[in-house]
């Protein structure tokens, strides 16, 4: 039984930087397919990936919207991964929430290909 739980979130002025931490437990099967990843949602809006990493070659993804800005990376022995966010913008301002699944790269910003989710964090920007 796959579990997150998601850390690390607040309020902070643009421009400003947050780290996020996500503790997972009980996944991984080995393949090459399982991953984590980032995930947000404002108000009224849709879910939206912000960055992924595979937990075997550690491959990583971004949203465009955030190259640059943000880095997603893991401790596989504490089995957390953890998202740096820098030069926060108010549009950054939402829930964030972590994620797990085996997940192909092509699909690992598609919030609908993973069905193992933490509980969220907020982040906000202002």
């Known amino acids: 039984h796959v579990q997150l739980v998601e850390s690390g979130g607040g309020s902070v002025q643009p421009g400003g930087s947050l780290a996020l931490s996500c503790a997972v437990s009980?996944?991984?099967?080995?393949?090459?397919?399982?991953?984590t990843g980032w995930f947000r949602q404002a108000p009224g809006q849709e879910r939206e990936g912000v960055a992924s990493?595979?937990?075997?070659?550690?491959?990583?993804t971004y949203a465009d919207s955030v190259k640059g800005r943000f880095n997603i990376s893991q401790d596989r022995a504490k089995s957390t991964v953890s998202l740096q966010m820098n030069n926060l913008k108010p549009e950054d301002t939402a829930m964030y929430y972590c994620?797990?699944?085996?997940?192909?790269?092509?699909?690992?910003?598609?919030?609908?290909?993973?069905?193992?989710w933490g509980q969220g964090t907020q982040v906000t920007v202002s």
């Open positions: 994620a797990a699944d085996r997940v192909p790269a092509t699909r690992r910003l598609l919030a609908r290909a993973y069905n193992h």
């Open positions: 009980g996944n991984g099967d080995g393949s090459g397919y399982w991953c």
């Open positions: 990493i595979a937990t075997v070659g550690s491959q990583t």
